[in-house]
T-cell receptor
Framework: DTAVSQTPKYLVTQMGNDKSIKCEQN?????MYWYKQDSKKFLKIMFS???????INETVPNRFSPKSPDKAHLNLHINSLELGDSAVYFC???????????????FGPGTRLLVL | QKEVEQDPGPLSVPEGAIVSLNCTYS??????FMWYRQYSRKGPELLMY????GNKEDGRFTAQVDKSSKYISLFIRDSQPSDSATYLC?????????FGSGTRLSIRP
């Protein structure tokens, strides 16, 4: 029973292509996140949704567009992929956003994106 | 300046040693602090959180926060090879966690 799952695990694609990464959580959480982890392991938040509403939108190129069809799913679509988009993308979820234990984030296994 | 600074390591210690991992932060609005552990090719998982200055202990792990100096520490006693991982510290405010860059730790048998 995977709590937070992502597909695909690996994604190798050419510059300029459009790709999507899907995320699903079965924890009944209200909040979901997308993070980008670069080659130096720096983990940076990109977006956060609470009950399908966008609540955090960091300084991310508008080529990245998140979509939350329901509170258990948060997908990430990337247009016109660039070399610098190569990274590991993590989805996460938490019960709430109030902080403390309610904000404990559960991470998926990551999607390794390589843009050639 | 990054909001959370962390020495990337790598840090290599023999089994049984006490490990000290440290972070500094600049954002005074942080209300909660946490440590996540990330094994190779896996997602991070919460190890400990704390919301005030002082120590919090959980088994072999102790988290320490000093808000006056904006310093976060994690101590691991009796370190085991299974503790080998990257450790990410973080501070939380405004519904988001800001992570440090992670310290890679290796415990030698």
């Amino acid at each position: 029973d995977t709590a937070v799952s992502q597909t695909p695990k690996y994604l190798v694609t050419q510059m300029g292509n459009d790709k999507s990464i899907k995320c699903e959580q079965n924890l009944g959480h209200d909040t979901m996140y997308w993070y980008k982890q670069d080659s130096k392991k720096f983990l940076k938040i990109m977006f956060s949704y609470n009950n399908k509403e966008l609540i955090i939108n960091e300084t991310v190129p508008n080529r990245f567009s998140p979509k939350s069809p329901d509170k258990a799913h948060l997908n990430l679509h990337i247009n016109s992929l660039e070399l610098g988009d190569s990274a590991v993308y993590f989805c996460a979820s938490s019960q709430g956003t109030a902080g403390g234990p309610l904000e404990t984030q559960y991470f998926g296994p990551g999607t390794r994106l390589l843009v050639l | 300046q990054k909001e959370v600074e962390q020495d990337p390591g790598p840090l290599s210690v023999p089994e049984g040693a006490i490990v000290s991992l440290n972070c500094t932060y600049s954002n005074s609005a942080f209300q909660y602090f946490m440590w996540y552990r990330q094994y190779s090719r896996k997602g991070p998982e919460l190890l400990m959180y704390t919301y005030s200055s002082g120590n919090k202990e959980d088994g072999r792990f102790t988290a320490q926060v000093d808000k006056s100096s904006k310093y976060i520490s994690l101590f691991i006693r009796d370190s085991q090879p299974s503790d080998s991982a990257t450790y990410l510290c973080g501070g939380s405010s405004a519904s988001k966690i800001i992570f440090g860059s992670g310290t890679r730790l290796s415990i030698r048998p």
